[in-house]
């Protein structure tokens, strides 16, 4: 088990393309089980290989009250997105301190495989949707704050580099 370093925005590898996975492993089981670790440490929900600078499709999440339900989704699929929609305030670990509202798809259903390399299907909605849909966007190369204003991206780019110089300084 180990804690990987999380990427923060505006680090230009956040928009690497993920490739899928070969081969169900102990290596990708390892990897899915150090983001687990990784994500509840940082009190998150969710997150993505690309945010720990593996460019491979693996996303980890749990949306659970009480943190107990681990999910691992390996090459994942959105098979149906309902059209009604829905208005989310979002957050993420690579963009620390920072949340505002995202408008995704309310529901959504989702063929991956898990960390055994099953295939499963997953019917989700509400934050458990806006969780898998944020994870995806991550493994191809996409941050919320790119869903906001380019004004409000500006200042969330200048908070960050700054909170980042701070922190070497
Ligand atoms: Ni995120």
């Known amino acids: 088990m180990a804690l990987l370093p999380i990427l923060v925005y505006p680090d230009p590898r956040l928009h690497t393309v993920a490739r899928p996975v070969q081969a169900v492993d102990d290596r990708i089981r390892q990897l899915a089980s150090d983001m687990l670790e990784t994500m509840y440490d940082s009190k998150g929900v969710g997150l ?9 499709q ?19 699929r959105i098979v149906w997105m309902s059209d009604e929609h829905i208005i989310w305030e979002e957050g993420c670990l690579s ?16 063929q991956a495989l898990d960390e055994q390399g ?52």
Do not use: W
């Open 118 to 169: 099953q295939l499963r299907e997953i019917e989700a909605n509400e934050l458990t949707a806006v969780c898998i849909q944020h994870e995806m966007d991550h493994l191809k190369g996409k941050v919320f704050v790119e869903y906001l204003s380019m004004l409000k991206r500006g200042r969330i780019k200048t908070k960050m580099l700054k909170a980042q110089r701070e922190a070497q300084s």
């Open 48 to 56: 993505a290989a690309t945010q720990v600078d593996v460019h491979e």
């Open 58 to 76: 693996v996303i980890v999440m749990d949306t659970s009250e009480e943190h107990d339900h681990p999910m691992v989704l390996i090459n994942p």
């Open 95 to 110: 963009v620390p301190g920072i949340y505002d509202k995202v408008e995704r798809a309310a529901a959504v259903r989702v």
